[in-house]
């Protein structure tokens, strides 16, 4: 749900009121390893007026969306005003949860013309976040409010770009991790992933958990939440026990509510909005631990060649949505399932009819 300001303002239109200083709420934690992508976002909402940030769930991009709000949140006349869409079950409820966040009067009843022309002088950064659901009807509203209006502009946050003209998206990558060399504590905190992760332990780490947290790191393919999920369970495990149950398995529990509670809950999340063809597509890749071409990517999710037009579609749309990474930008460009999306994905290919045929395949490739 939107924060409701602490404060509010009447501006020149009787039929909105907008927070003046606290549209966007709070961020709880500090970031790590971001800081140069918020002032990259910060720059070009100065110049642009549609900026979104696309990855992975997990992949913390609310975060960095709240960090560029709170950062630019002077720099507009009316401030910065925060919609979570991510409760919103159909696009129908797109307008009134606009209209509760601006903090009109009778939300339920404002229409999209309504708010447009609330807004229509007023300069102020909009922040959409959590668009994957409603990306259709996000980018069609986000068209008529950027039409019909002169100072607005809108920093998205979502798996998939929306499709505007104009719009520029930022694909937010892992933080940076730790590499396998034996490293000492000062230098395992060099890397933004490892500061996280010892940020959200709770403690000081031990000199002797320099390889542990690195190894963590790494087997979590330093994305956040997936970091801040193990690091809850220092406490209980240990940094090197945890290490090692990581090894065996994808198991992270945590305190964190609704669709962020597990990192399980967050790939579920990104899992049910993909087509059944990339679905499919996505449980054949899992076998493939290593970088892999298109080719080889073809190979494993078509049953025949006639498939492999609907094979490249799927493909297409999970690169679109962030499921998958590109390792190189040569000719000879690769891919890679991020560790935490490869095993979710192999767990769902164990539970389908699939699984014999595609482990045959892989092991004859």
Known sequence: MACMPTTQKAYT?????????????????????????VDMLAAELALRRMVTVTGTGGIGKTTVALAVAEHMQRQWRQGVVYVDLAPLADGSRLAPALAAALVMERPGQRTLDDITAALRSH??????????????????????LLEGTQGLRLLA?????LG????WVVQLPPLAAPPGDALDMEQVMHWPAAR????????DPGDDEAAGIADICRRLDGIPLALELAAA????????????????????????????????AALDWSYALLGEQERQLLRRLSPMR?????????????????????VLDA???????????????TDARRYRLLETTRRYAAARLEESHDYQRVMARYGAM
């Open 13 to 37: 239109t009787s039929m909105v009121w907008l927070p003046q200083q606290d549209g966007a709420p709070p961020r709880a934690t500090r970031i790590h390893g971001r800081e140069t992508v």
């Open 315 to 329: 493909f297409a749309g999970l690169l679109r949505q962030s499921m998958l990474a590109t390792i190189s930008d």
């Open 233 to 264: 369970n220092v406490g209980v495990l240990g940094v090197r026990a945890l290490a090692r149950r990581l090894g065996d398995g994808l198991s992270l529990q945590g305190g964190q509510a609704g669709r962020h509670r597990t990192m399980e």
């Open 290 to 310: 290593r970088g892999f071409s298109l080719d080889e990517a073809l190979h494993l999710g078509a049953d025949s060649l006639a498939a492999w037009p609907d």
């Open 157 to 161: 946050t979502s798996c998939e770009p």
């Open 164 to 167: 505007l003209p104009g719009e």
């Open 123 to 144: 300069h102020m950064l909009l922040v959409l976040d959590s668009c994957e659901r409603l990306v259709d009807d996000v980018a069609d509203m986000a068209d008529i």
């Open 196 to 203: 996280l992760f010892a940020d959200r332990m709770g403690r």
